[in-house]
Structure formats: structure tokens, C-alpha cells
T-cell receptor, first 112, second 111 residues
Framework: NAGVTQTPKFRILKIGQSMTLQCTQD?????MYWYRQDPGMGLKLIYY???????DKGEVPNGYNVSRSTTEDFPLRLELAAPSQTSVYFC???????????FGQGTRLTVV | GDSVTQMEGPVTLSEEACLTI???????????LFWYVQYPGEGLQLLLK?????DKGSNKGFEATYRKETTSFHLEKGSVQVSDSAVYFC??????????FGTGTSLTVIP
């Protein structure tokens, strides 16, 4: 079972460049999430979606955009990369009710 | 708002020692509670969960009991192994809502 798949695994960006982090899940989950993980800071929610066509901001949305055109895919867009966006990014998905989230392997992004 | 507070690390134990990682929560309703584990270079994996008061979640020798009266969900293991070295996250979720994670506790088990 593939579960939640993120690409790429690693990326180095220059300041001001843009990129899209891809996330896809094959479990037909309605809920999808993007988190960033900084050392010693735990996970902070960037954006989430409760279904195709519906997205909402989390705790730290500035500098990011998302879309949810299908149930399976939830890409995260960085338009003007800044050093503060250097982090490890995790995509996750879950069912609607009080069930667990399934995480991807993460994308390690460095902005220089 | 909802939040999770967990014991700060890092924690270093000898193999076969007992482990307790404290986790307390603040929530307006009756959330589900989770422990996730993150091994180096990997994503988070569900370790165990409990969905209502007095439930005990267990997996791989780890246990945690949902204590509504103390708003706690402490993670315990009677005898840790080197392979348990990882970062452990406590989390809560209200039905249909987003997850809230603690800051994580790093555990290192030495032979």
C-alpha cells in the first residue's frame, strides 16, 4: 500500500525561487494536511483541506498556497522562497471522524 | 483553544529501563488522543490511540491511558530497547477537526 506519498524528498532553493511540494494519497481520505517541522518546535499546521475544492489556513499559512482539485492530491506551493521556510514539510491525511492521521515521509527543504 | 503539553527532552535511558513520557491536554470537548513516533529521517507513525475516557491504547509494549479527570495521556513502557530510540509526539483531535501536536520528546536508549 502506498499510503501518503510526498515528492521530492530533498530540495535546495535559492531565495525568491518558487516550487511545489507534491502530496498524494490513495486511501480516499477526505482530510489532508500540510505541516512544517522545525527543530525542537514540533509540528505546525500550514494548511488543511476537508475535501476536494475546500481548503483552510492553519497556524502558519503566510508564504504558502494550496489547492485541492481532487481527493487524492494536495500540493503545497511556495511562491517566493525565504530562508525562514527552511524546514521539513510533512503531508498527512485522515478520515473525517476521530481517526488517526497518516503521514508521508517528508520533504527536507533548504532555502539559501 | 485546544493544546497539548508534553514532557521536554531529551530523555536518555539504559536498555531495559522503565519509560514514562508525560502528556497533558487542554480541550473543550472530548477529543481522541494519540501517540506518534518518528524515527530518524522518517515521517510520523501512529504508535497508539484512545478515543474515550479510561480507554487504554497499547502497541509494541507501549501503553497510555486516557485520563479525563487529570486531562493526561502519559506514555509508558516497562522495558525499553535500543530500537525504541526516536522522537515521540502526543496529539489530540476533536471529531472532524484538525490535530494538535505536542513539541515532541526525544528518547535515546543506550545499551
Amino acid at each position: 500500500n502506498a499510503g501518503v506519498t510526498q515528492t521530492p524528498k530533498f530540495r535546495i532553493l535559492k531565495i525568491g525561487q518558487s516550487m511545489t511540494l507534491q502530496c498524494t494519497q490513495d486511501m480516499n481520505h477526505n482530510y489532508m494536511y500540510w505541516y512544517r517541522q522545525d527543530p525542537g518546535m514540533g509540528l505546525k499546521l500550514i494548511y488543511y483541506s476537508v475535501g476536494a475544492g475546500i481548503t483552510d489556513k492553519g497556524e502558519v499559512p503566510n508564504g504558502y498556497n494550496v489547492s485541492r482539485s481532487t481527493t487524492e492530491d494536495f500540493p503545497l506551493r511556495l511562491e517566493l522562497a525565504a530562508p525562514s521556510q527552511t524546514s521539513v514539510y510533512f503531508c498527512a491525511s485522515s478520515y473525517e471522524s476521530d481517526t488517526e492521521a497518516f503521514f508521508g515521509q517528508g520533504t527536507r527543504l533548504t532555502v539559501v | 483553544g485546544d493544546s497539548v503539553t508534553q514532557m521536554e527532552g531529551p530523555v536518555t535511558l539504559s536498555e531495559e529501563a522503565c519509560l514514562t513520557i508525560n502528556c497533558t491536554y487542554t480541550a473543550t470537548g472530548y477529543p481522541s488522543l494519540f501517540w506518534y513516533v518518528q524515527y530518524p529521517g522518517e515521517g510520523l507513525q501512529l504508535l497508539l490511540k484512545a478515543t474515550k475516557a479510561d480507554d487504554k491504547g497499547s502497541n509494541k509494549g507501549f501503553e497510555a491511558t486516557y485520563r479525563k479527570e487529570t486531562t493526561s495521556f502519559h506514555l509508558e513502557k516497562g522495558s525499553v530497547q535500543v530500537s525504541d530510540s526516536a522522537v515521540y509526539f502526543c496529539a489530540l483531535r476533536q471529531t472532524g477537526n484538525q490535530f494538535y501536536f505536542g513539541t515532541g520528546t526525544s528518547l535515546t536508549v543506550i545499551p
